[in-house]
């Protein structure tokens, strides 16, 4: 069982910037695909920055490419994503999901919500609100 926590949201102006955190436990995150998901109002919660452990590979969503990097420290087992260069359109819940990495065949793989049940992970979201 791996429980994720995110945390580091918050409400910013436009062009500003925010990271967010997912720290892990239960498991450490080196050996799991890890995904950044987010959902607005209304839509539908889309993929937006995905890794696999397979290959190390990394995928990030037009929408945030650019702008947006994943990064992990190990020794922290926590999973971080900074946004840069905010939009208003970015505002959303964002969630963080990891999946044994034996399981996912690429990072875009990673990035599709249905790929994370069964035996995956999410974690509880945390609000980014984008001001204009």
């Known amino acids: 069982q791996v429980q994720l926590v995110e945390s580091g949201g918050g409400l910013v102006q436009t062009g500003g910037s925010l990271r967010l955190s997912c720290a892990a436990s239960g498991a450490p995150l080196e050996n799991y695909a890890i995904g950044w998901f987010r959902q607005a109002p209304g839509k539908e919660r889309e993929g937006i920055v995905c890794f696999s452990s397979r290959d190390d590979s990394t995928y990030y969503a037009n929408s945030v490419k650019g702008r947006f990097t994943i990064t992990r420290d190990n020794a922290k087992n926590t999973v971080y994503l900074q946004m840069n260069s905010l939009k208003p359109e970015d505002t959303a819940v964002y969630y963080c999901?990891?999946?044994?990495?034996?399981?996912?065949?690429?990072?875009?793989?990673?990035?599709?919500?249905?790929?994370?049940?069964?035996?995956?992970?999410w974690g509880q979201g945390t609000q980014v609100t984008v001001s204009s």
């Open positions: 999901a990891v999946k044994a990495g034996l399981f996912i065949d690429s990072a875009q793989a990673m990035c599709v919500e249905d790929a994370i049940a069964p035996m995956g992970y």
